[in-house]
């Protein structure tokens, strides 16, 4: 820092740094970066480089047109691989990025309606339902299938087809074809069709002819589902049943549907999530008390009230219709024959009705009305949208170079490169396009919020954020709102000033930065900088933005052991002091430091504190007793915080001592604050920051503060005083945590409760630290040894920001308002953490405070100042650009569903502290309603009430939102205990979206599908009881728990070949991981179970659940789209509600 400031410009930026990876010059134009391999990213969890992808479908949802689509209309996007440098010329861009004309949007799916195009009218039976007045004007589709009214009781056959019925169903315009559910007749779109809407419709069969014609930016195709009347409460519905068919033809008829008792056996084979062979139908005596067997089921019998949902009833596919995929049944070769209906069209031009399955009058018992339940497979398919987008934009680097665009799924892998806002794996955003004005903010209800992860880990293929260094004079910023130099920056008066893109302020530059600017306005030095040509940099800190005015020292790691009784004999505390033995060498370190500059100490505990003195100049470890926790102090300064490799036979011999010493306690009572209170004072004598990792088994009980009683009360449970078991017993933690905060004191915490521990006390100091919380309740050597060390060793070994703040600039017209995460705030902008690690985010939600403009768009700019793991202060800054809109087709063209989950979940988390959990859970329901409505009202084309028509970005968004309505917070089940639901709460708070994707929707693969020869994962099916075949082994992964799941009629080799065991029989349920075996089957799961371990941020414990057992039920909480057993929806029934709420909105 002693370098003169005049010459000092730090080194020069095309060269490389120490500790980076030289700088590499981006090719634009979208080639690759010289030097970086073209492969795909394995860290978020999609496949991983080199897996096959399912066969693409000929159409995109999210992407590009496909290569031979004809060129975009003026106004279309850019696809972001072929982005071009060169449409900005050197003559528009002003120092930064262009807001370009041809802003990269999604491409648009709809187009124009061709009147005299539309299908003949199919017959419907009698009674049909209609909402709200026709259009006249739009052309009509009828419905098709026989007795899909509900209510009906006509027994007839069904008419020809041909003759219209009652009031008409409009339809709105459409691209691309569907097909019939499970027809298996697959019409490939031709190059000039977009893809095509999801739309189902109250009685449209989904054959609709392709509309050709240009793509048109100004329309974002809806998707439609059906609404439907309330069923009859009556009787129960029997879903239909299919036979089982392993490829072979199925027959022309299809037998009816069972009795309500009985289990259906899946949808037909030509469905692409499905797996080959569904099993069998077995009987079941009586309605069964859990979630039908079905999955989807109609009003449940008349053994208990109906439920309040509307049976939806459904025709056609949703979605696209992709080709036949490997390990996939063939394609159904015939329809059903009706008689006097017409034989199916050619394939291109529609798709025909009558090859829906439904049962023939004639079959059906007597006592059996013909009625439908919807057909699953055509409501919006989270894993068709997760194939799509990976088949879509998995291929090219996502070059950041445009204003507002929208980034590929979390599920996708992709490769980033950085020309000018940050990457998606540090800022993603609940929409890329924000409203002008707070009134249409407002009338959409679309959150704009941002998930921040500021210090993400990136793949090994993209280059780290480059280190800058100005010297003594620090960072160049705006005189006025105080923002850092960036991209988006003015230069002007030949480069003597320049003007914030925040607040306009104009600023003079510091003579040594001054450069000169080129014939474009663009300073010449534009590219050898990082600050002007990147999103995302680090700046070296200058003594003021050091805490007292003076440089940090390097952090402390301090481990604090509970050796009370329970601790001791579950083997606990030896396995905790051989395994520091080894970890110690891994501390985290500076790219190019020999060892780790963070020293260590040692803290044990029960009802008193035992600290340790390592000093290296000690033959044997020293221990000091406080038995005074009411006044804790630290009894020693020199020789407990400590250098490993100097004290390194000092600490071993204390290792192996420390089992010994309290083998034989009898000890039970512990406390909690005073051993966070001892680690604060050990932290603040030595004049730095650090980490404590307490390892605590029980209640603390113990005479001492913050002694702590149980108040575990489950008759809390849905009354108003519910929240009290999300808020801490006493305030005297947050007071705690303050301090710790302000010493830049990071608490995480590892958990080994056999009972009741009143986590969402104990997490207080955790939370508002920026820590972790690790929980292994019951914990058993055998069983939970590999999870809790796997733990452990990542929690100890990764990237670690210290004593740390963050605040958020905008750009006039919205300003920083909320933030959801594990951190501390004093006041009203700056975000404090003691510890901010590489899988902590900040979430950061946005109103207006006055009108926004199209031409200049919005900025944001998150600046994190931090002291790196060798004591060196740092910031890091994050900067993105997005476009803003005045029409909301704009921003409902341009949302990002997973992200708005991530955001909504925080925020009703969040609400239970203070709400009852059943107003929140409205409250959720209303928000997202509005959402849709709005978008119904203002930007889809008109049609009959009797649609639902949702957003094609947002098509998720009803099942991912059912998937938060019935988590364990806000809609426990029986065996869901309070500590269970506090430690979900803080957890999912500071998650990133791949982790909360993953969470609420658990991903779902067929083991015995996978190809042993190849390193792809198996397609995902959806969750749903009925996907499951009993002939299979299927994994379900939620970032949390692996479980592995195995039907009762695998083959024996399968179960040989995986488990070592001869028979279903004979597989343990205690299992905690898979036995290693020599052979294809078990190398390949191995190896799925080690990838998918490699790419969650917590190790997730594998449980083995064999179909029929008692653990099966909770297996199947995770079937996200059935009903559960706590209460909550299936998808189907949630998304009629839906439907009902929007309607309810509209009129």
């Known amino acids: 820092m002693s370098v003169n400031q005049q010459a000092h410009t730090g080194p020069p930026y095309g060269q490389p740094q120490p500790g980076y990876q030289g700088y590499q010059q981006p090719a634009y134009g979208g080639q690759p970066l010289p030097g970086v391999p073209q492969s795909q990213y394995g860290a978020y969890n999609g496949p991983m480089p080199g897996y096959q992808q399912p066969v693409p479908p000929q159409g995109s949802l999210r992407a590009p047109p496909a290569s031979g689509a004809p060129p975009p209309a003026s106004g279309a996007s850019l696809p972001s691989g072929h982005l071009t440098y060169s449409q900005f010329g050197h003559g528009d861009v002003q120092n930064g990025i262009p807001a370009s004309a041809a802003p990269m949007q999604r491409p648009p799916t709809s187009q124009p309606f061709l009147p005299g195009s539309g299908p003949t009218p199919v017959s419907q039976t009698s009674t049909f339902q209609q909402y709200g007045p026709p259009p006249a004007s739009v052309q009509q589709l009828s419905n098709h299938m026989a007795g899909m009214t509900i209510g009906s009781t006509s027994a007839s056959a069904p008419p020809p087809a041909g003759l ?63 609404g439907f009347a309330p069923p009859p409460s009556s009787t129960g519905i029997g879903p239909s049943s299919y036979p089982p068919t392993t490829g072979a033809p199925r027959p022309p008829t299809i037998p009816g549907p069972p009795l309500p008792g009985q289990t259906v056996a899946g949808p037909p084979t030509s469905q692409p999530n499905h797996v080959s062979s569904p099993p069998p139908p077995s009987t079941m005596p009586g309605p069964h008390p859990g979630p039908p067997m079905s999955g989807l089921h109609g009003p449940p019998p008349p053994t208990h009230p109906p439920q309040p949902g509307y049976q939806m009833q459904q025709n056609g596919s949703f979605g696209q219709v992709r080709g036949p995929q490997p390990n996939y049944g063939g394609a159904y070769p015939g329809t059903p024959n009706y008689g006097s209906q017409p034989g199916p069209p050619p394939p291109p031009k529609r798709l025909d009705p009558d090859s829906i399955p439904s049962p023939q009058l004639n079959e059906l018992p ?135 893109c925040f607040c306009s302020c104009v600023t003079e530059v510091p003579p040594h930065y001054f450069q000169h600017l080129d014939h474009t306005g663009k300073r010449v030095d534009f590219y050898d900088r990082p600050e002007l040509s990147l999103g995302s940099y680090e700046f070296l800190a200058t003594v003021d933005y050091c805490k007292n005015n003076k440089f940090p020292s390097p952090p402390a790691f301090i481990f604090m052991i509970d050796v009370s009784y329970n601790a001791v004999k579950s083997g606990l505390v030896r396995l905790i002091c051989e395994e520091l033995k080894s970890l110690l060498d891994y501390l985290p370190r500076e790219g190019n430091m020999e060892e780790s500059a963070i020293r260590v100490g040692f803290v044990t505990y029960n009802k008193v504190l035992h600290f340790y003195n390592v000093k290296s100049s000690l033959a044997q470890p020293q221990m000091m007793v406080v038995s005074d926790v009411a006044d804790m102090f630290v009894p020693l300064l020199d020789g407990f915080l400590v250098n490993v490799n100097e004290s390194r036979t000092v600490i071993a011999s204390l290792l192996d001592q420390i089992p010994e010493m309290f083998a034989d306690t009898r000890e039970t ?130 990237e670690v920001g210290f004593d740390a703040v963050m605040r958020v600039r905008t750009s006039t017209g919205i300003r920083a308002t909320d933030f959801f995460g594990a951190f501390y705030m004093s006041n009203t902008t700056d975000v404090e953490m003691a510890g901010l690690d590489c899988d902590k985010t900040i979430t950061v939600e946005f109103k207006h405070d006055d009108k926004l403009s199209e031409d200049s768009g919005a900025l944001l700019q998150c600046a994190l100042l931090y002291t790196s793991c060798a004591g060196q202060r740092r910031l890091r800054i994050h900067n993105l650009s997005l476009n803003c809109c005045t029409q909301l087709a704009d921003l409902y063209r341009n949302c990002e569903t997973d992200t708005l989950i991530n955001y909504l979940a925080k925020y009703a988390y969040r609400g239970v502290l203070s709400s009852p959990v059943k107003t929140v859970r409205d409250a959720l329901i209303n928000q997202c309603a509005q959402i849709l409505a709005c978008y119904r009202k203002n930007c889809a084309s008109p049609s009959s009430a009797g649609q639902l028509i949702l957003p094609e970005c947002m098509k998720l968004l009803p099942v991912y939102l059912n998937c938060v309505l019935k988590s364990d917070v806000l809609q426990p089940g029986p065996e869901v205990t309070t500590d269970d639901r506090a430690y979900i709460r803080q957890l999912v708070t500071s998650m990133d979206v791949a982790e909360t994707n993953v969470f609420f929707y658990p991903r779902l693969l067929p083991l015995t599908k996978a190809d042993v020869d190849s390193d792809s994962l198996p397609a995902a099916i959806r969750n749903s009881e009925e996907r499951l075949s009993k002939g299979d082994i299927y994994l379900l992964e939620n970032g949390l728990n692996i479980f592995v799941w195995v039907g009762v009629n695998v083959q024996q080799g399968l179960i040989q070949n995986l488990f070592g065991v001869s028979s279903f029989s004979q597989i343990s349920n205690a299992l905690s991981t898979l036995p290693v075996l020599e052979n294809p089957f078990s190398k390949k799961v191995r190896s799925i179970v080690g990838m998918l371990q490699v790419q969650r941020s917590r190790y997730m414990k594998l ?10 039920m909770l297996f199947k909480h995770f079937l996200v789209e059935d009903k559960s057993l706590s209460g909550g929806a299936s998808y189907v029934d949630f998304l009629c509600h839906m439907h009902k709420e929007i309607r309810q909105l509209l009129s």
């Open 1103 to 1112: 449980i083995v659940v064999k179909q029929e057992d008692k653990l099966e």
């Open 366 to 500: 007597p006592q059996q009305k013909p009625r439908h339940r919807i057909d699953p497979d055509a409501i919006p398919s989270p894993i068709q949208v997760i194939e799509d987008d990976r088949s879509n934009r998995g291929s090219e680097p996502f070059v950041t170079g445009v204003r507002g665009q929208v980034p590929p799924l979390v599920t996708t892998n992709f490769l980033v490169k950085d020309q000018g806002n940050a990457s998606p794996r540090y800022i993603r955003c609940t929409s890329y396009n924000i409203p002008c004005t707070s009134d249409m903010a407002k009338q959409s209800q679309v959150p704009l919020a941002a998930v921040i992860k500021p210090l993400a880990t990136l793949p090994p293929e993209e280059t780290l954020p480059y280190l800058v260094d100005h010297g003594e004079s620090g960072p160049v910023r705006c005189n006025r709102c105080k923002a850092y130099m960036c991209p988006f920056m003015q230069f002007i008066e030949g480069g003597r000033r320049f003007q914030c």
């Open 164 to 226: 219209g019925y009652g009031p008409p169903t409009s339809v709105p315009p459409v691209s691309g074809s569907f097909s019939a559910t499970g027809s298996g007749l697959y019409t490939p779109y031709t190059a000039s069709q977009g893809p095509p809407p999801t739309s189902v419709s109250q009685g449209l069969p989904l054959a609709q002819p392709p509309f050709p014609g240009p793509p048109m930016s100004t329309q974002r195709l809806p998707t439609q589902v059906p």
């Open 669 to 798: 009572e512990t406390v909690f604050a005073p051993v966070i209170q001892a680690g604060l004072e050990a932290l603040k004598a030595a004049e730095c920051a650090g980490k404590l990792f307490i390892f605590h088994t029980s209640l603390p009980i113990a005479e001492a503060p913050g002694k702590l009683k149980n108040r575990d009360d489950r008759k809390l449970i849905n009354t108003d005083k519910e929240k009290t078991l999300f808020q801490p017993q006493t305030s005297f933690y947050n007071n705690l945590a303050k301090d710790c905060v302000a010493q830049g004191c990071c608490v995480d915490l590892f958990l080994f409760p056999n009972q009741y521990l009143d986590v969402a006390t104990l997490g207080v100091v955790t939370y508002q630290t920026g820590g972790s919380i690790y929980k292994y309740a019951y914990f058993q050597l055998e069983t939970d040894q590999d999870r809790f060390l796997n733990d452990l060793r990542r929690d100890v070994q990764k």
